[in-house]
């Protein structure tokens, strides 16, 4: 558990990580968050109806601040993006821009291989350069 509210659940398979879930207190399942990891270094992020996938650790990535569940509507209201940007081996690499919860563009920070964070799960653990999301 992140916090209370927050709950990563982790399926591992022979000591590799297969897929990842985040369980937010009074949302229903399925999560609005899904990551699958595949044995040929592909990766699939899911997010409510909007996918980012790294084939073999490459791609554009987008993340988004969680959703909030309309119980009177039953459904997610989305939450906006929270960040975007390049991802190479793994890593976050070059400008990756950043957004709060309004919307508007927060910050902008460029990695390069010395800075890098690694985007897979449990990278909040091991990578203490950012916090879990």
Not at 3 to 23: A, D
Not at 50 to 70: M, R, T
Not at 83 to 100: A, D, I, M, Q, R
Request: proline share 5%; aromatic share 16%.
């Amino acid at each position: 558990m992140i916090n209370p509210q927050t709950m990563y659940v982790s399926k591992i398979r022979n000591g590799t990580p297969i897929e990842q879930i985040i369980n937010v207190e009074d949302h229903p399942q399925p999560s609005m968050y899904h990551v699958q990891y595949h044995t040929n270094g592909d990766i699939l992020f899911k997010y409510l109806n909007k996918e980012s996938f790294l084939a073999n650790g490459n791609g554009y990535l987008k993340i988004y601040h969680y959703g909030v569940w309309d119980g009177k509507n039953q459904k997610y209201v989305e939450g906006s993006i929270k960040g975007e940007g390049e991802v190479k081996s793994n890593f976050k690499l070059g400008e990756w821009k950043y957004y709060n919860k309004q919307g508007r563009m927060d910050s902008i920070k460029t990695y390069s291989l010395e800075d890098s964070v690694d985007v897979r799960f449990p990278y909040c653990i091991f990578n203490k350069k950012e916090p879990c999301y």
